[in-house]
């Protein structure tokens, strides 16, 4: 029995150093706030990340929750928005979202620090994004044409150094056709930021591609070649 309260005490003591209690907190059960990530993709300078952090509050006891105040202490780069009533209160049996986006002004890791108080509580979020150069991926083929089974080079260059980009391919036999959209990922560039591509097909037709970086989600020109 002695452990067993040891234990508990030592629970209640942990506890205490997460939030303080005011006379307006709500049972903690009934208050959640919760969030998918903290670390936002690698993004261009002068970009927006193409997933946002949204920490979600939810509310699911029988009395209103108190919403005072959110800030983030990076707010250029990493600015906040909410569908929260501030200053009011959430809902019994109700949610709102407090959404960051990250948008680097430099490259390299950078930094923010989400705080919301609610429930009575102040809790803070560290948030992580890097940011690279943008870049501009550019692709060129060496011949425009030949018969079934001649080897297309596709030459990349410009394109995140050390990462990887998607082949995007549309085929059609005729001019007329509706066309087939393939995709090949993977294809890692070099520390220049330069791959080469081969590619060879029996199919005779039209055959479109372009390439998408995978760290900025940026394409880049179309090229065609035709199988005669």
């Known amino acids: ?28 059960a009934t208050f959640v706030m919760t969030w998918p ?40 780069e990493f600015p906040a928005t909410t569908t ?11 949610t709102c979202q407090i959404t ?7 490259t390299g890791a950078r ?24 870049v501009t991926p550019h692709v060129a083929i060496d011949i425009a044409a030949g018969p079934p089974g001649t080897i297309f080079t596709l030459a990349v260059t410009a394109a995140t150094p050390s990462s990887t980009v998607t082949l995007n391919t549309i085929y059609r036999a005729t001019p007329a056709s509706p066309g087939v959209v393939t995709t090949t990922a993977g294809w890692a560039t070099d520390s220049s930021g330069n791959a080469t591509i081969a590619s060879n097909s029996d199919d005779r037709g039209t055959y479109e591609s372009w390439l998408v970086d995978a760290t900025t ?10 199988v005669q």
Do not use: E, W
């Open 84 to 94: 929260c009533a501030v200053g009011g209160s959430l809902a019994p049996k109700s």
């Open 1 to 28: 029995m002695r452990r067993v309260y040891v234990l508990l005490t030592s629970l209640l003591a942990a506890c205490s150093t997460v939030s303080t209690p005011s006379s307006s907190t709500i049972t903690p």
């Open 37 to 76: 990530a903290t670390a936002f993709a690698q993004t261009a300078v002068g970009s927006t990340a193409a997933s946002p952090i949204a920490v979600t509050l939810s509310n699911y006891g029988t009395s209103g929750v108190p919403v005072t105040s959110f800030s983030s202490s990076n707010p250029s």
């Open 217 to 226: 989600g940026v394409a880049s020109n179309h090229v065609t070649h035709i």
């Open 100 to 106: 960051t986006n990250f948008k680097p002004s430099t």
């Open 111 to 134: 930094t923010s620090t989400l705080t919301i108080a609610a429930n009575g509580s102040s809790s803070t979020i560290d948030l992580t994004g890097t940011g690279v150069t943008a």
